[in-house]
């Protein structure tokens, strides 16, 4: 059994990571874990979309090059992922700055190419004045920049453009088979039906260069496969900023830019622009599934045994952009004959925002805005971090930080240290066979059913409430059960903790006696018939309005539902002296009683 858990490809920023990134971060790390308990394969991998605007931009104004920033960049969101104990395939790591990577993002330009799907066309496009190339209509926000802020004006130049109207149809069609936000699925649709053809080349160097060259005799001729990657020439700081001429800087380039023609042998000029950096994140998760493979972008046996993607995970702003682009490239690569699948993403998620105490959304350009989970771990551990991150609303929910709030639940962590550690290896102190046995065994596979099926279905907040209530219920009973029920408790809390709070898991899991480490155990199991709700609560109308809640026993038949609710004192004073025409029962659920 396979499970792909992806989090959306990360650009790397000098701001590093704020709590805000933890919400989505901390989330897919706990469904990764939760499903090698159960016995999956999981593949969780990480890596850097390090090609592009914001990275060069972030370059100059800090008058570096932008390959040591974003090599600075990465590593850093790599030591606070694992600060915070994501537990990422690091062997798996890749970035699209790589010539290994962008020889493969070449590769997939000239397929489409050569499928008619990649032209050059003069066009009015949008110059920003500010960054000084074309910007895709869906990076321009109410007339400027989304990056930089700056006036995006109208300009016609020859550009290069995917030809994603082709697959209209198609695209909006496959949103019916997914299961994703409506919110993010109506944004798509909206844009399909406008959709336009992607706008792909940039006058800047930070990006994988267009794999053709220019022949005054020939025309437009794609560079053979065997001469790629056109590789990005190193630039000294200051030679790659934009010089204002509608042009790339590789132009300024002679060694680059001078060249002989593939196809007649004359001299010819290779193309100057380079691609956007959603080029780059538009096949990258093929990529995870083989990332050292050097024959091809990926190995086809291993996409085969991965992909799609289980779970995909990310913010709604990426809706008209990289999720209508990777799912493009999909069925680009599907039609011929590459991969058998035309959905990358049939399950995707998307987090709320974190706002500053001050309402504000947490942003780098406002830097008193943020949180940082150093700050955090630095305090209450990394525990604390990802107990509280998860509990703080549902996944989706817009949220406001609250430093003070953090406390709940590192006072529930206390009280796991203390259950745990006072009788934890103390069980044949006492003896078998206790009063509080049966509820608590109870409890325990009850709160199992819970956390499990809130794991899967997102709902992080109320798996954590689950375990809050058993740790509860565990100190009230701990001096009315015996020795074995105790340790099985303990045990089932435990790997139930490894998910969520993995150092707090694994220390008690030691201190249980306990072999090797907790993240190899299986995930605990429940029984249904210890699972089932010993009551249930039945609802009871009249005349089709509610009159009463009824409990009942869980296992009640459609008959004793009856029998109970219509014995209720409420519902037997408005029935008296009435006559009942006819009544509808759903056992342990609902009685209405039409009088």
């Not at 100059?60 to 040591?68: K, L, N, Q, S, T």
């Not at 300024?252 to 080029?279: L, W, Y």
């Not at 209450?380 to 509280?388: K, Q, V, Y």
């Amino acid at each position: 059994m396979t499970y792909y858990c992806l989090d959306f490809f990360p650009y790397p920023s000098g701001a590093g990571l704020t709590v805000g990134h933890c919400r989505n971060y901390v989330p897919t790390d706990v469904v990764s874990r939760y499903y090698r308990m159960r016995g999956y394969d999981v593949l969780h991998p990480m890596g850097w979309d390090a090609f592009g605007l914001p990275a060069e931009n972030e370059a100059i104004r800090h008058g570096v090059h932008p390959a040591d920033s974003t090599a600075r960049y990465a590593a850093n969101y790599k030591r606070q992922m694992q600060l915070i104990r994501c537990s990422y395939d690091w062997d798996r790591e890749i970035n699209s700055s790589d010539p290994a990577y962008y020889r493969w993002t070449q590769w997939f330009f000239l397929l489409l190419y050569r499928r008619g799907l990649a032209y050059r066309a003069a066009a009015p496009v949008n110059w920003c004045t500010g960054c000084q190339t074309v910007l895709a209509h869906e990076e321009v926000e109410d007339g400027v920049c989304w990056r930089c802020g700056s006036a995006v004006v109208e300009r016609s130049l020859p550009q290069w453009w995917f030809r994603t109207t082709a697959y209209r149809d198609q695209l909006a069609a496959g949103l019916d088979d997914v299961d994703w936000p409506p919110h993010i699925a109506a944004m798509q649709r909206r844009w399909i039906a406008n959709l336009r053809d992607w706008l792909v080349s940039r006058q800047r160097y930070w990006g994988a260069p267009i794999p053709i060259v220019h022949c005054p005799i020939c025309g437009i001729v794609p560079v053979p496969e065997e001469q790629l990657p056109v590789r990005l020439p190193p630039l000294p700081t200051g030679a790659f900023e934009p010089r204002g001429d509608g042009r790339s800087p590789l132009a300024n380039i002679a060694e680059f830019v001078h060249t002989t023609c593939p196809q007649c042998g004359g001299p010819a000029q290779r193309e100057t622009d380079t691609m956007a950096g959603s080029v780059c994140s538009s096949w990258y998760f093929l990529r995870f599934a083989s990332p050292h493979a050097d024959d091809f972008a990926f190995d086809r046996e291993a996409v085969q045994r991965w992909l799609p993607v289980d779970l995909y995970a990310g913010g709604a702003e990426h809706a008209t952009g990289h999720l209508l682009y990777a799912r493009f490239f999909t069925r680009v690569l599907a039609d011929a004959g590459l991969i058998d699948f035309r959905e990358p993403f049939p399950l995707l998620r998307s987090q709320g925002v974190v706002h500053a105490s001050d309402g504000r959304r947490m942003s780098k350009s406002r830097p008193e805005t943020v949180v940082t989970p150093d700050d955090v771990v630095a305090r209450h551990g990394a525990d604390a971090l990802r107990a509280h991150v998860l509990f703080i609303a549902p996944f989706e929910a817009n949220v406001i930080w609250d430093d003070s709030a953090i406390s709940g639940v590192v006072r529930w962590m206390e009280r796991v240290r203390k259950v745990v550690g006072e009788r934890g290896g103390k069980g044949n102190e006492w003896e078998s066979g206790r009063e509080g046995d049966e509820a608590l065994v109870r409890g325990l596979h009850r709160t199992v059913r819970k956390v499990s099926g809130d794991i899967e279905a997102f709902k992080f907040n109320t798996a954590i409430a689950a375990l809050m209530s058993f740790t509860s219920q565990m100190l009230e009973a701990q001096a009315n059960v015996g020795p074995a029920v105790w340790q099985e408790c303990c045990d089932g809390l435990v790997r139930m903790l490894a998910p969520f709070t993995p150092d707090l898991a694994e220390e008690l899991w030691l201190a249980l006696g306990g072999l090797g480490s907790i993240h190899s155990q299986p995930w605990p199991e429940w029984q249904e018939e210890l699972a089932a709700d010993e009551t249930a609560t039945v609802v009871v109308q009249i005349n089709g309005k509610v009159r009463a809640r009824v409990a009942v026993p869980a296992a009640s038949g459609e008959d004793e539902t009856a029998a109970l609710a219509l014995a209720d004192g409420t519902v037997a004073g408005l029935l008296a002296g009435r006559q009942t025409k006819r009544m509808i029962v759903v056992a342990g659920r609902l009685v209405n009683v039409v009088v």
